[in-house]
């Protein structure tokens, strides 16, 4: 697995890391073991950045990253998140960007995953009532007091990734991008390259939806949040149904699956790019893993731009309350 530069401070990661949440919540019934044993596998394959947050389970996924990468944590590149605050029943409190919860935040992090640093500390979702400095500031006091190595926010609006850079160097910018997300080519993409920012797409396989698993919306396991997503709406799917079918015709043209197809095509829109696709299995972290070895032509990548064009996805990335903590 070949490495690529996050931001310009020294952060390496694998070209494509393994988002955890899944294995927790979200994506219906967890299996710890399983999740373990996918998280080791990724190790050994060289996916060595996992990707958690406190939000997750509540609390659960980083206990459980922790617990996996118990004896292997000098190999891996360890991100979490703060910012979306929740309580231990799993209902939600809110967007909280205040340095005092930031501090609170990272010492809680730290014990859940039984470490002594976090090697990418990113703000979950940006406080519209706390100035972005402040929240950076308190960030970069971690970074000095050696909990923290590298600064990242997810979801920003490009004024507000300005303004965190100017406070203290960011490494990372995490924000869906896929075949079926291509927002962040307006503008997110242009200011994060000018800053010397990475990027971190999350949700590269479009929630599952590139990969060919959902032929309709029943498809859909019970207790999985994807019943509620706009864009897996009845209303919505069939249409994406034909945005997905044309990438899954390329797919079996080159004799790949489309969900690697769709990865190879992220990683293909730059060395500054790098997707971490979740998935709580085995086989699924092997088919994904291989995708860094695809290498698509421009005549490749110009068909599938022509098959999933920006703008083409039916229906928003979430639903609208949530949408209006995205982008901010």
């Known amino acids: 697995m070949e490495t690529r530069a996050l931001g310009t401070q020294g952060l390496r990661v694998s070209a494509i890391g393994l988002g955890c949440m899944g294995m927790s919540e979200f994506y219906g019934a967890a299996d710890e073991g399983e999740a373990i044993a996918t998280i080791h596998r990724a190790l050994d394959l060289g ?7 406190d939000m997750y389970g ?50 809680a ?8 640093h976090i090697d990418l500390y990113y703000q979950h979702r940006v406080d519209p009532t706390v100035p972005i400095e402040e929240t950076v500031g308190a960030m970069a006091d971690l970074v000095r007091a050696g909990k923290v190595r590298f600064l990242g926010l997810s979801e920003a609006a490009p004024a507000t990734i300005r303004r965190a850079h100017a406070t203290h160097p960011i490494s990372a910018l995490q924000t869906e991008y896929s075949l079926w997300t291509r927002d962040v080519e307006d503008e997110i993409l242009a200011t994060v ?39 897996f709406e009845p209303a919505n799917f069939a249409a994406n149904r034909e945005l997905a079918a044309r990438v899954e015709a390329v797919a079996a043209r080159l004799g790949v699956t ?21 998935t709580k299995r085995v086989r ?6 291989a995708a860094a070895a695809i290498t698509l032509t421009p005549a490749i990548l110009a068909e599938l731009d022509a098959a999933a064009p920006k703008g083409a996805t039916a229906g928003a990335r979430y639903p609208e309350a949530a949408m209006r903590a995205v982008n901010r």
């Open 47 to 53: 996916v060595t950045f996992l990707d958690t947050a």
């Open 58 to 107: 509540p609390f659960t996924n980083e206990r459980l990253v922790g617990r996996a990468i118990a004896g292997r944590r000098g190999e891996v590149v360890l991100a979490t998140k703060f910012g979306n605050e929740r309580r231990p029943d799993g209902s939600w409190v809110g967007v909280n960007g205040r340095p005092e919860y930031v501090r609170a935040s990272c010492d």
């Open 109 to 116: 992090s730290l014990a859940r995953l039984g470490v002594d």
């Open 193 to 231: 390259r000018a800053l010397g920012i990475g990027f971190v797409a999350y949700s590269p396989l479009g929630r599952g939806f590139l990969t060919g698993r959902f032929r309709t919306p029943a498809d859909i396991p019970e207790g999985d949040f994807r019943r509620n997503a706009p864009r």
């Open 258 to 278: 489309p969900g690697q197809l769709a990865l190879a095509w992220v990683l293909a829109q730059g060395p500054d790019v790098v997707p971490i696709p979740g």
């Open 284 to 289: 699924y972290l092997e088919e994904n893993a």
